[in-house]
């Protein structure tokens, strides 16, 4: 098949370079467009941060406006009171410079009927310096009629306390007397109740047998009953021994110094009476006793003073 070659035309070769022109006028202002659209775009959004930056300023300005304001209001307020509070001090204050100014008035008063009286004084000063001399020698006697009262109250003073020592001294004899008195009144006392239970029963025992017994007694009375010798024995206690309600002690004197059966001694401590003892077994040196008559609230202990002489 033959081909003949395509031969265009001048309007086709026309067109097809307006074409070409326009899709390169596309392209350059597609370009163009794009160029100018994407900074818009970018600008836009630029702005819209910048609108909302300013908004949040102008809210963050509004809240700090009102803070201002209250604090406004608040010192305003605070301002007011301390102005009422210094016109109240400043009324106080004057008060008070009223007051002061009414006893500045009243002192200065005062202080003339001061140098009023200073000035009598005075004058009595110079009247008393004028009896001065006299006045020492009245002084003088004074000191000495005192310094004489004082030596009779020394005396005086002196003999008060020996009296009261003596008053002591014989309040502590009286003391010792009534307690020996009180044990005399109770040894009595006991001997008589049981010479009475011993009588009654003498008075039931056959006529016969109580006389051989009242025979009996009155030849050993001098040998079994407790005596007081006539003469001084001292010693002291060396033990003692407790056995129920009955109280034994031992002395450090015995035969060689005297000492019998059925002897007395009295029991005593720095002149107190304590008890009176009662000898019932004698060695050479040594013997031993029961407490009878124990005086209330005392207790025999070893180193007691013991003494013939006893109840």
Excluded: W
Aim: hydrophobic share 40%; with cysteine.
């Amino acid at each position: 098949m033959n081909c003949k070659p395509f031969k265009r035309t001048a309007r086709e070769v026309t067109l097809s370079v307006l074409t070409r022109l326009f899709v390169i006028a596309v392209t350059v202002l597609s370009v163009a467009l794009v160029a100018v659209v994407v900074p818009f775009v970018a600008q836009t959004e630029n702005y819209r941060s910048q609108v909302n930056d300013a908004e949040s300023r102008r809210v963050r300005a509004d809240v700090t406006a009102r803070l201002r304001d209250a604090e406004m209001t608040r010192l305003a307020n605070r301002e007011s009171e301390r102005i009422l509070k210094l016109n109240s001090a400043n009324q106080g204050l004057t008060s008070e410079v009223a007051r002061l100014s009414e006893e500045l008035n009243t002192s200065r008063a005062l202080l003339a009927t001061a140098k009023a009286e200073n000035a009598n004084n005075g004058a009595n000063l110079a009247h008393l310096s004028a009896s001065h001399e006299q006045f020492a020698l009245i002084v003088e006697s004074m000191r000495k009629e005192l310094n004489e009262r004082r030596g009779q109250a020394l005396d005086q003073q002196k003999k008060i306390i020996e009296l009261a020592d003596e008053s002591d001294r014989l309040k502590a004899e009286l003391d010792s007397l009534t307690r020996q008195v009180r044990q005399y009144q109770e040894t009595t006392v006991a001997l008589e109740d049981r010479n009475a239970d011993l009588e009654k029963m003498l008075g039931r025992l056959d006529p016969a047998i109580r006389q051989q017994i009242e025979g009996q007694d009155v030849a050993g009375a001098s040998s079994t009953r407790p005596f007081m010798p006539d003469y001084l024995i001292d010693g002291q206690i060396t033990n003692i021994a407790r056995l129920d309600d009955e109280t034994f002690v031992e002395l450090n004197i015995g035969s060689n110094d005297g000492v019998e059966k059925n002897m007395k001694f009295r029991i005593h401590r720095q002149g107190d009476f304590i008890a009176n003892l009662v000898v019932t077994v004698v060695d050479i040196d040594a013997c031993s006793g029961r407490v009878t008559l124990l005086d209330d609230g005392q207790q025999v202990t070893v180193g007691d003073s013991v003494q013939t002489g006893g109840l």
